[in-house]
C-alpha cells in the first residue's frame, strides 16, 4: 500500500524462482512510494520494510542529430518529459547502455558507444529505473564513417574571410547531413567535391588570429 495515504492495497501475483527470490510485476500507480509485503495465503502478510517508487514514465518527443560517429563518442540530444537525474541511455534492445547526460528533466544527452556497423540505424531508448524499462525514440540513429581529415591548403587567408580552403581526407560523400567547417569558433558550410576532397571558405575575423580548423 501506499506511504502516508489513506489508498489501499493492491495485490498482483508473485511468480517463485526460488526459497530466498521470488519476482512480482508493479501494477499500474499513482507516483509516490509503496510499502512492498508479501504473503502465501492471502491473510499473513509479511512486511519487508522495502518501499517501491512509482514515477511518471518518460516520454520522447525528438532526438538530434539523429546521427552517430562509428568510433563513438557522438551526443545526441534528447528532448521529451520525466527525465530522471539517473536516467539511463541504450543503443538497441540489448545493446549497450549507459548513463545519460541529465540537462533537465525535460532535456538529456546520450553518448554514443563504438559501432562496427557502419551504414546501419540503431534504436535510442531512455529508462528511468536503473534499465528495467526503456521508451523508444520514434527516429532510428543513423551511424556513420568518420570524417578524416589529412591536409587543407592554404594555411592564411584574408581577414575579410573569403579564401577558398582545399581540404584532403576521407568519407565525404557518406553522409546524409552536410559537412561543415569550423575556423575557431565559427563554423561554414563546406562543399563537397568527392569521397576524398571538399571546399571551404574562411569567416570574416576583427583581428589577426590563429585559429584551428576542423570539419
Not at 545526441?76 to 545493446?95: L, S, W
Not at 591536409?151 to 573569403?162: D, E, I, T, W
Request: hydrophobic content about 40%; glycine content about 10%; some cysteine.
Amino acid at each position: 500500500h501506499k506511504a502516508d495515504s489513506a489508498v489501499p492495497a493492491i495485490a498482483v501475483d508473485g511468480q517463485w524462482n526460488s526459497s530466498e527470490t521470488m519476482y512480482c510485476v508493479s501494477p499500474k500507480l499513482y507516483p509516490g512510494e509503496y510499502l512492498v509485503t508479501s504473503t502465501i495465503n492471502g491473510q499473513d502478510y509479511v512486511e519487508t520494510g522495502f518501499y517501491f517508487r512509482a514515477e511518471p514514465m518518460a516520454t520522447i518527443s525528438a532526438i538530434s542529430p539523429a546521427i552517430a560517429r562509428a568510433s563513438g563518442g557522438s551526443i545526441i540530444t534528447v528532448v521529451g518529459t520525466n527525465f530522471a537525474r539517473d536516467a539511463v541511455c541504450r543503443f538497441d534492445d540489448g545493446g549497450v547502455w549507459g548513463a545519460a547526460i541529465f540537462d533537465t528533466s525535460n532535456e538529456i544527452g546520450c553518448l554514443s558507444p563504438e559501432r562496427v556497423d557502419i551504414g546501419s540505424y540503431a534504436n535510442l531508448s531512455v529508462s528511468n529505473n536503473g534499465g528495467k524499462d526503456f521508451v523508444s525514440a520514434s527516429e532510428p540513429v543513423l551511424i556513420y564513417d568518420d570524417l578524416k581529415m589529412e591536409a587543407f591548403l592554404p594555411f592564411s587567408g584574408s581577414m575579410s574571410g573569403g579564401t577558398l580552403v582545399v581540404v584532403r581526407g576521407g568519407n565525404f560523400t557518406n553522409l546524409v547531413a552536410p559537412i561543415r567547417c569550423t575556423f575557431g569558433e565559427s563554423e561554414v558550410e563546406a562543399s563537397v567535391d568527392s569521397e576524398a576532397l571538399l571546399f571551404c571558405r574562411s569567416p570574416s575575423v576583427s583581428a589577426p588570429s590563429n585559429v584551428t580548423l576542423s570539419i
